[in-house]
Nanobody, 126 residues
Framework: QPLLVQSGGGLVQPGGSLRLSCIAS????????IGWFRQAPGKEREVVSC???????????DWTDSLKGRFAASRNVANNTAYLQMNNLKPEDTAVYYC????????????????WGQGTQVTVSS
């Protein structure tokens, strides 16, 4: 059974950066994609970025002008850990951020992911 444990997050000022971590056990990132999602109060969970099992990154956030260029997934296979780098954060980025796993390829829909991290709060405020 996959287990994803998240760390990072917290309070950051507008314009700041954060990196979230997601340590995977029970699966190998060589065979599983890791998606990064976020959910703000009253809103649906949305995908931000994802890294395929082959290492290719799909930045869904780049499809939205307000998010473009600010979020990027990465990973360290040796440590079986995935990361989400977030730059130039804005108050509207405040949300609970989740990592999730699925076999091989990234998909944008949360329902396609079988295991989820516990979530971590990111608050962007001065």
């Amino acid at each position: 059974q996959p287990l994803l444990v998240q760390s990072g997050g917290g309070l950051v000022q507008p314009g700041g950066s954060l990196r979230l971590s997601c340590i995977a056990s029970g699966i190998s990132l060589d065979y599983y994609a890791i998606g990064w999602f976020r959910q703000a109060p009253g809103k649906e969970r949305e995908v931000v970025s994802c890294i395929h099992s082959g290492g290719e990154v799909l930045n869904y956030a780049d499809w939205t002008d307000s998010l473009k260029g600010r979020f990027a997934a990465s990973r360290n296979v040796a440590n079986n850990t995935a990361y989400l780098q977030m730059n130039n954060l804005k108050p509207e980025d405040t949300a609970v951020y989740y990592c999730a796993s699925r076999p091989t390829r990234c998909l944008r829909w949360p329902r396609e992911y079988g295991a989820w991290g516990q979530g971590t709060q990111v608050t962007v405020s001065s």
